[in-house]
């Protein structure tokens, strides 16, 4: 299943300061960091500022909570320097991953306490 994964996966490459997911968008899909580096950021409703909340490495991942949840995106994703991801759409991560959610649902879960 994995290696099916990633061969079905797609290659996706962000610049220094392009937003990969915005918060509050509908999200139907979950990424790994292949290499480089992003900032999680929650924008304030009321002031409008970005708050960094996480860092994100090589072999992190984000963006399966939408998946999981139907929810929109709960935050943004911003890359800070040259990005390259694996883009797993809802389709295949519901089929290749799907036996995962209840886990992956309890790690996003913990993720947001951050």
């Known amino acids: 299943n994995?290696?099916?994964l990633v061969d079905k996966a797609s290659h996706i490459s962000f610049?220094?300061?392009e937003y990969v997911v915005s918060q509050g968008e509908d999200g139907n899909s979950?990424?790994?960091v292949k290499d480089g580096r992003a900032k999680v950021t929650i924008t304030d409703e009321d002031s409008g500022e970005e708050k960094t909340v996480m860092k994100l490495n090589q072999n992190d991942y984000f963006g399966e909570r939408s998946l999981?949840?139907?929810a929109p995106r709960a935050a943004n994703v911003i890359a800070t320097?040259?990005?390259s991801c694996l883009c797993i759409?809802?389709?295949l991560f519901t089929?290749?991953?799907g036996h995962l959610n209840e886990e992956m649902y309890v790690e996003a879960q913990k993720r947001e306490r951050i």
């Open 2 to 4: 994995l290696s099916r």
């Open 15 to 17: 610049k220094p300061g």
């Open 30 to 32: 979950f990424y790994i």
């Open 68 to 70: 999981i949840t139907d």
């Open 81 to 83: 320097e040259h990005l």
């Open 89 to 91: 759409t809802r389709d």
């Open 95 to 97: 089929e290749t991953l």
